[in-house]
């Protein structure tokens, strides 16, 4: 069924002469019916009227000006060609969708309650980007209703097994590991690069290191893309992507490697940075920034620390736990003449 305006517009259309087979438009004859199917937009009359493919000057009340071709307009259910106006119907849609999502019960049997804002991560408030929803939920496992998620994981079956209070959830870590052995069975690479012009030394995992390493700058909100590396130096931009790899190791199971990780790190904490980080990477909350080491760290050595754990983890038939409480317990170190603490190199 047509809306008034639609009707309206539509009347005024087949009052106008015709020509050639269709209606003869004019800038004016344009305006008014322009102004009568969408009341917020204005066609100025003082344009040269050429053909219905060349654009002309529409002004939007909320959004602007804006140019756009006749044609656009004049076809059914095209819309009004304003892109704010676009993005704010299609930003109304999804809310409508985001809150049908209310008093759903998920795979994993929690409730969600409440639609309550969303998670803006560094690289989508780059971009302009909303972000994704986050839902208060009732706890399918204790029934405690205090609990947010991301409605992505919500959504996910064995995503988010429960609660903080009952469970690790989807957070990564060696107890996670131990309660769902399933998650970390995906692949994975321990790997050592350079950061920051070679300033830090930074131990980490991922299944995709192309992707890890460039997420520097993905996420640097002032780190333009578009630019050469020569443009970005004589701008004063700095460069937050990862640079030399020292060591990139080969996928393993991701409880191994993370459990190696985390052995690694406390092996390294006398290398901890003592001055204080770049201010760049603090404002544009640089992912890893605790997992820094100071250039003084042999990567070597950490190399070498990774192949003697891989070994004992493998010669126990894959029981890294045992492996990693060990050296947790043992406080196996990294120091400048070597590796310590009861290994047998």
């Known amino acids: 069924m047509k809306t008034k305006e639609e009707s309206n517009a539509e009347k005024y259309r087949e009052s106008l002469p015709k020509r050639k087979g269709g209606t003869g438009w004019t800038t004016e004859s344009y305006s008014t019916y322009v102004s009568l199917l969408y009341p917020h937009i204005t066609v100025p009359i003082?344009?040269?009227?050429?053909?219905?493919?060349?654009?002309?000057?529409?002004?939007?009340?909320?959004?602007?000006?804006?140019?756009?071709?006749?044609h656009a307009l004049l076809k059914e259910n095209t819309g009004c060609q304003c892109q704010g106006c676009f993005n704010d119907e299609l930003a109304a849609r999804k809310l409508e969708v985001t809150l049908s999502f209310i008093g759903q019960v998920t795979p994993d049997g929690h409730t969600i309650l409440e639609h309550i804002g969303y998670h803006q991560s560094p690289s989508q408030k780059k971009k302009g980007r909303?972000?994704?929803?986050?839902?208060?939920?009732?706890?399918?496992?204790?029934?405690?209703e205090t609990s947010i998620s991301l409605g992505n994981d919500l959504k996910k079956k064995g995503e988010i097994t429960g609660c903080p209070k009952c469970s690790s959830g989807r957070r990564e870590s060696i107890s996670t590991y131990m309660r769902h052995p399933e998650k970390g069975q995906k692949p994975c690479c321990l790997y050592v690069s350079n950061v920051y012009y070679g300033d830090y030394i930074k131990v980490g995992i991922t299944n995709n290191y192309d992707r890890r390493s460039a997420q520097g700058n993905t996420n640097n909100l002032l780190y333009d893309s578009k630019l050469t590396p020569k443009q970005h130096y004589l701008a004063g931009n700095e460069d937050l992507s990862y640079e030399d790899l020292w060591f990139k190791s080969k996928d393993y199971p991701r409880s191994w490697i993370y459990a190696i990780e985390q052995i690694i790190h406390r092996a390294t904490l006398a290398y901890v940075p003592k001055k204080p980080l770049p201010q760049i990477m603090?404002?544009?909350m640089w992912s890893g920034q605790s997992e820094l080491r100071d250039d003084t760290?042999?990567?070597?050595l950490v190399k070498k620390l990774f192949h003697i754990l891989l070994k004992e983890i493998k010669s126990n038939d894959g029981d890294w736990v045992t492996v990693y409480n060990k050296h947790i317990n043992q406080q196996t170190t990294i120091t400048h003449t070597g590796i310590t603490q009861q290994i047998e190199l």
């Open 46 to 70: 003082n344009q040269e009227w050429k053909v219905v493919m060349s654009k002309l000057t529409h002004i939007c009340e909320k959004h602007g000006s804006y140019e756009a071709p006749p």
């Open 130 to 144: 909303k972000g994704a929803a986050l839902y208060l939920y009732k706890c399918g496992v204790c029934g405690d």
């Open 282 to 284: 603090i404002e544009c």
């Open 297 to 300: 760290l042999d990567p070597q």
